[in-house]
Structures are given as C-alpha cells and as structure tokens.
C-alpha cells in the first residue's frame, strides 16, 4: 500500500528555522496537506494544497513541494511548536488516503 | 463556527460491534464530504473511511474494508460509522473530521471518541 516518509523527530533551537519533509512516489501528483496535533488534541490544518495556509494559521508557517517531497517549513520557532506534525495524501488514483508516520519537533 | 462531536465510544469485546455517531453543525453539512480517522495509543494518525457530500460514494481503508461501513444522514447533519468484527488492534480514538472541498485533507475535526477493543 502507498505510503508516506516523514522523519521521526526534528531539532532545533527556539527562534531558528525548522524543516519537515514528506516523500510519497505520487506526491508530484497529489496536493499534500499538514496538520499539527498537541497532545490530547485533534490534529489542526496548518497547511493545504502544498503551499497554502488556511485562515488563523501563523505565516510563519509554510510548505514547499519539489517532485516527489513537500517540505513543511516553520520559521523562526516558538517554543509553543514544539508538538507533533502529519502530512496527508493521496495514492496515485486520488482515491486512497493516508498520512505519514508523523514528525515530532522538539524546540531544544 | 464548524463544531463536529463524535459519540457512541466504548469498551467491547473482540468479534463485537459498535456504532460512531458524529453531530454536525455550523456549516452546510450537505454539501461536503465527510472522513473517518483512527489513532492508536501512541501511534501516529490512520485514515479510515471517506463518503461524498450525498453518501453516493465511498472508499475505505484496507485495513477496515468489509468490517466499517460509513453512512451519514443528511437530514439530520449526522455522520456514522458503522464498526463490525472488532479487533483488538482496532482500539483507537475515532475522529471524525469534514473534508476542505479542494484536496481531501480534512479542515475541521472532532474532539474524538475512544474505542477499547
């Protein structure tokens, strides 16, 4: 079945720039959209379509997509981001969907 | 503002069924199309099931095809999702979440509700 790669956990320091990727064969195909989730929480949609940010949502949030990875970018991080962050797809027929094995960012 | 409340969560045994309710309310119900999602404890999100704005079409998961059926009765904005020959790897909390309209990524979710097979 399709799948999503995201990386288990990302690094940085509060005020520095953080990059989550995603990777999916069908992703230079398929928009890809984010989604934060604090512990406890529903996940919130922080990014659709690849790129855009859905009202409400920090501009220092934003995504990028080259081939076949997306890029999830939050810059200069609040301590506050440090959470849990999913990217979502779809399989080459549009039909399937799925999420990625999640990314936990830790603000050191 | 969009508030989706799931319902119908519990303590089952494995082989038995339950039933998910989601109410649905501050937007046109009808007119979008509705998802089902999963998280085990400690695990990382699932998608389930999605069905149209009309419940016309619907698509599941491999893991829950043939077992979860996803219904929704627009008449009464309500969302279900109908979970037969549980297993103890279905335990999970079930979100349910309304589709954005523009990639089938999901704009606003429930709270959840948790299913201990």
């Known amino acids: 079945s399709y799948a999503l790669t995201q990386p288990p956990s990302v690094s940085v320091s509060p005020g520095q720039t953080a990059r989550i990727t995603c990777s999916g064969d069908?992703?230079?195909?398929?928009?890809v959209n984010w989604y934060q989730q604090r512990p406890g929480q529903a996940p919130v949609m922080v990014i659709y379509k690849d790129t855009e940010r859905p009202s409400g949502i920090p501009e220092r949030f934003s995504g990028s997509s080259s081939g076949t990875t997306v890029t999830l970018t939050i810059s200069g991080v609040l301590p506050e981001d440090e959470t849990d962050y999913y990217c979502q797809s779809a399989d080459n027929s549009g039909t399937d969907l799925v999420f990625g094995g999640g990314t936990k960012l830790t603000v050191l | 503002q969009v508030q989706l409340v799931e319902s119908g969560g519990g303590v089952v045994q494995s082989g038995r069924s339950l039933r998910l309710s989601c109410a649905a309310s501050?937007?046109?119900?009808?007119?979008?199309?509705m998802h089902w999602v999963r998280q085990g404890p400690g695990k990382g999100l699932e998608w389930l099931a999605i069905?149209?704005?009309?419940?016309?079409?619907?698509n599941y998961a491999d893991s829950v095809k043939g077992r979860f059926t996803i219904s929704r009765d627009n008449s009464k904005n309500t969302l279900n999702l109908q979970m037969d020959g549980l297993r103890v790897e279905d335990t999970a909390v079930y979100y349910c979440a309304k589709d954005d309209g523009v990639t089938s990524g999901m704009d606003a979710w429930g709270h959840g509700t948790t299913v201990s097979v």
């Open positions: 069908a992703l230079a195909d398929q928009y």
């Open positions: 501050g937007f046109t119900f009808s007119a979008y199309h």
């Open positions: 069905i149209s704005y009309d419940g016309s079409d619907k």
